[in-house]
T-cell receptor, first 113, second 114 residues
C-alpha cells in the first residue's frame, strides 16, 4: 500500500478562492482524520470520520470549512472562501479500528495570499 | 475534555547528551499516550505508545499517572534524532467507548548538534 495519499502537495491561491484538498486513506482503514498544522497552534484536529460518517467536527474553524467522505477511499476538505489565516499544512490520517497507530499523509501546504 | 501540553518549543543539545522531551496531559478517564515524530521533509509517524512499553531508536517513555506525564527520554542523543516531536492522547477505548479523538500537543523541535 502506498500509504495515505494527499493532493495537492502545495496550493497557492488568492483570498476569496475556493480550495479543495483531497485524501485517499489506506485501504481497510475505517477512521479518517483531518488535521491542520501551524507554528502557533501545532496540530489541531478539524474533523474525523468513522465508516464514512463524520463523528466529531467540533474543530472545524467556521462555516467556511466543510469536509466530506463519500466513500471509504476518498475524502475532501473544502474551504470557501479562503482567507490568509487559513494558510497552514493540512494533514489527512487514517487508522484501523478505534485504537491503533495513526498513519499520516505527506500533507497539503496551503498558502492564501 | 482532553488536553496535551508540551511546555517547550525547542530543545537543542549536543550529540551524546541526554534528552528529555516533556509532555503533560489532562484527561478525566484512562488515556492512551503516544509520541509521534516528524523528520525533515517526511510525514508524521508513530515513534512509540505507552501500551507497548517498548524502546524505539533508544527512546523510552513512561506513563506517570500521578504526575499526568509521559516524558520522552533518550540517554545519548544522535544527530539523526533531530526532528519535530509530538505527544498525543486518545481515550483508552475499550473502557471509554466511542470517543476516538487523538489530541496532539503543539510539538517540540529537537536539534542535536555535532
Amino acid at each position: 500500500d502506498a500509504g495515505v495519499i494527499q493532493s495537492p502537495r502545495h496550493e497557492v491561491t488568492e483570498m476569496g478562492q475556493e480550495v479543495t484538498l483531497r485524501c485517499k486513506p489506506i485501504s481497510g482503514h475505517d477512521y479518517l482524520f483531518w488535521y491542520r498544522q501551524t507554528m502557533m497552534r501545532g496540530l489541531e484536529l478539524l474533523i474525523y470520520f468513522n465508516n464514512n460518517v463524520p463523528i466529531d467536527d467540533s474543530g472545524m474553524p467556521e462555516d467556511r470549512f466543510s469536509a466530506k467522505m463519500p466513500n471509504a477511499s476518498f475524502s475532501t476538505l473544502k474551504i470557501q472562501p479562503s482567507e490568509p489565516r487559513d494558510s497552514a499544512v493540512y494533514f489527512c490520517a487514517s487508522r484501523y479500528r478505534q485504537s491503533g497507530e495513526l498513519f499520516f499523509g505527506e500533507g497539503s501546504r496551503l498558502t492564501v495570499l | 475534555a482532553q488536553r496535551v501540553t508540551q511546555p517547550e518549543k525547542l530543545l537543542s543539545v549536543f550529540k551524546g547528551a541526554p534528552v528529555e522531551l516533556k509532555c503533560n496531559y489532562s484527561y478525566s478517564g484512562s488515556p492512551e499516550l503516544f509520541w509521534y515524530v516528524q523528520y525533515s521533509r517526511q510525514r508524521l509517524q508513530l515513534l512509540l505508545r505507552h501500551i507497548s512499553r517498548e524502546s524505539i531508536k533508544g527512546f523510552t517513555a513512561d506513563l506517570n499517572k500521578g504526575e499526568t506525564s509521559f516524558h520522552l527520554k533518550k540517554p545519548f542523543a544522535q544527530e539523526e534524532d533531530s526532528a519535530m516531536y509530538y505527544c498525543a492522547l486518545t481515550p483508552l477505548l475499550f473502557i471509554s467507548g466511542a470517543n476516538s479523538k487523538l489530541t496532539f500537543g503543539k510539538g517540540i523541535t529537537l536539534s542535536v548538534r555535532p
